[in-house]
């Protein structure tokens, strides 16, 4: 079988040949980081269509985690285009923090259409490294098809672990890998190489379950949903929170 699969790999190479070529000369990233906003502006339109409800009864729970201000102060990890400022309550003051600085353009446009939350900063790191954000600084941490596509998902869990106040919450919401001997989870894998050019680093085969029941949270809640868009490669969805 994996003779099998990376005789497709090759095939699949071979057909997307001049992505790969521009990849390995240096020049695909820096466009694929320009045009990548523009590719999730439209498909989170789709996505929040397909998940609205489910995303509205995940992030309705932000409001129990408000400090005595009345406020939460909540870190959008892998911010993208905020897509997900419309599921935030009245109250939130919102730290955006995403490695692409292309998404600035969208987020502004995010926030001017949700007047009801409160914009701290838009800090450009990645989540593996945080250090602008001091220890215990943040009520809830929301992570939304980020850990697909980070180097380390350990180490992201990490920084999220320190910056979270005791008792504070990371809301996910991830796809991960078909099932164990399935053809879905072959033709991910066959799919997965050039994928990874064209998601801006998105791995479809990761077990991102197995990184938040390691992470040393105190309570982890997490059920799975069918993937909202049937089209794309990417898996079955893992959603729910995690308490430090």
Known sequence: MNAFIRLLQLLVLLLTLPLHVLALLGYWQPLCKTYFPYLMAVLTIQNNRKVEN???ELFSQIKKFAGPSGKVALLE???GTGANFGFYPFGCRITCLDPNPHFEKFLRKSMAE???????QFVVASGEDM?????????????????CSVDSPKKVLQEVHRVLRPGGVLFFWEHVAEPLGSWALMWQQV??????HIG???????????????AQFSELQMEQQPPPIKWLPVGPHIMGKAVK
């Open 191 to 196: 799919l997965e190489p050039t994928w990874k």
């Open 77 to 79: 990890l892998g911010c």
């Open 54 to 56: 489910k995303k509205r």
């Open 131 to 147: 250090r602008q954000l001091a220890d215990g600084s943040m009520d809830v941490v929301v992570c939304t098809l980020v850990l």
């Open 200 to 214: 801006d680093g998105c791995c479809l085969t990761r077990e991102t379950w197995k990184d938040l029941e390691s």
């Open 114 to 120: 949700n007047k009801h939350l409160e914009y701290e």
